[in-house]
């Protein structure tokens, strides 16, 4: 056998670390953080633990790499609707895009920042602590928009942007814990349709 041959046999085996990252995210999504395995993950994303710890450090490390994907992923809704031009649109763009991605048959329910934070115990507050930063980030992005709508005069009956955006949170999350237990997008869908109607009879 020729030293090529052996050198490519040596060669470890190549793989996509944005591929495999997703099918991290999915692992974690599925099982949560401390419901999924060293070896449910190399399984998953088809390398070998090496790999693993090479490419995305431990488990931990891995795990806060898969939220920054989450996060940031093209099909989110979150930072989109916060874009919208009017305080309406963004609350029908948050609460209805909620509606639609909790509900999403293309991947695990719920919300996985979400999810992640209320399955934690206390030997991994590090990974609870960081998903509750994820969580009141999200918050202030909102509670900024809001301030934005309430400087434009669009907020209802002198409502603070502090309140409306820990209620649109807390009304996610709730979402997010009816999507995990099996609510449908249409199911959602009614949810979001009615809290617009309230916020519209505010107007």
């Avoid at 070998?48 to 940031?72: Q, V």
């Avoid at 609707?81 to 609460?95: C, D, G, H, I, S």
Wanted: proline residues 4%; hydrophobic residues 40%; aromatic residues 6%.
């Amino acid at each position: 056998m020729s030293a090529t041959s052996c050198s490519a046999l040596g060669r470890p085996r190549a793989f996509d670390p944005e591929e495999a990252l997703e099918k991290a995210l999915e692992v974690f999504w599925q099982k949560g953080y401390e419901g999924t395995s060293l070896t449910d993950l190399t399984k998953a994303m088809g390398i070998n633990k090496p790999s693993l710890y090479s490419t995305f450090g431990n488990k931990e490390e891995l795990f806060l790499k898969a939220i920054d994907l989450y996060s940031n992923r093209p099909c989110g809704f979150f930072m989109p609707a916060l874009a919208q031009p009017n305080l309406y649109a963004v609350l029908e763009a948050l609460l209805k895009g909620a509606a639609l991605s909790l509900a999403d048959k293309n991947h695990p329910q719920g919300c996985v920042v979400v999810q992640g934070a209320l399955a934690c115990s206390d030997e991994n507050s590090s990974i609870k602590q960081a998903l509750i930063k994820r969580r009141l980030e999200g918050e202030d992005a909102v509670r900024a928009r809001l301030e934005q709508a309430v400087l434009a005069g669009e907020m209802p009956n002198g409502y603070s942007a502090a309140v409306m955006a820990r209620y649109l949170m807390t009304l996610l999350n709730g979402m997010t814990i009816q999507s995990t237990n099996g609510a449908t997008a249409e199911e959602l869908m009614d949810i979001a349709e009615f809290s617009l109607s309230l916020l519209r009879s505010q107007d």
